[in-house]
């Protein structure tokens, strides 16, 4: 039974980043030119695969939406914390002090990420904060492999601590389920934009291709 769970998260997961990235795509797709000269069609250059990103973004919107929900978003990453800081306790009682100095300079070293304050977000790091970074997170939870190797690569698990991190995962997604399934989040697209929505208030910086950009 729980396998089968599994298996339709994880197609809920991939059918969602495919659904994401095809509304935006289609979204920003140019209306096709009026009927031509017979087999004018192969003249027109494919669009770019990243096409979907170049459509504008209304940030007035995304922060009225945010601002409507974000008591349950709040709420929601909340106890998603709670859960991870757990994990990460019981995994990091596992470690040896070797692996526990790992864990510390590979901390010290790892990439901060983006800061809820600083200057305006992009329209390529909003886009990913809505799209690419939630669907990636779902597979993150929910599919166990994916982490475990990654946690094996980082520290250099042996066996033994490889299964016992294989159960702590499989413990924490049916945590995640379990909260997914009580507190549905209201808009699974906006919850990693929400935190940084004073960086969304803020006008649009400049790009090459903006009427004021380039200079």
């Not at 800081?85 to 590979?106: A, C, S, V």
């Not at 939630?134 to 066996?159: C, E, F, I, K």
């Not at 009580?182 to 808009?187: G, I, K, L």
């Not at 699974?188 to 935190?195: D, E, G, H, M, T």
Request: charged residues 25%; hydrophobic residues 40%; glycine residues 6%.
């Amino acid at each position: 039974m729980k396998q089968r769970l599994i298996v339709a998260i994880f197609t809920i997961a991939v059918f969602c980043i495919g659904y994401f990235a095809g509304t935006w795509r289609e979204g920003a797709r140019p209306l096709p030119p009026p009927p031509g000269l017979v087999g004018a069609e192969f003249a027109h250059p494919r669009q770019p695969e990243t096409a979907w990103r170049d459509r504008p973004i209304n940030r007035a919107d995304l922060i009225k939406q945010i601002d409507s929900i974000k008591p349950q978003l709040d709420a929601f990453l909340a106890q998603m914390k709670v859960i991870e800081d757990g994990f990460m306790r019981d995994f990091n009682q596992l470690l040896t002090p070797d692996q526990r100095k790992y864990h510390e300079e590979h901390a010290k070293k790892r990439p901060s990420g983006l800061k809820e304050s600083g200057p305006p977000l992009t329209d390529d790091e909003v886009a990913s904060l809505r799209f690419e970074l939630p669907a990636h997170n779902l597979l993150w939870d929910v599919v166990v492999g994916m982490r475990l190797d990654s946690l094996t690569r980082d520290y250099q698990l042996d066996d033994t601590q490889r299964e016992i991190v294989r159960a702590l995962l499989k413990e924490r997604r049916e945590k995640v389920i379990a909260l997914i399934d009580s507190s549905p989040p209201p808009s699974v697209s906006l919850i990693r934009l929400a935190p940084f929505v004073q960086r969304l208030a803020q006008p649009a910086p400049a790009t090459p291709n903006s009427p004021s950009g380039g200079k």
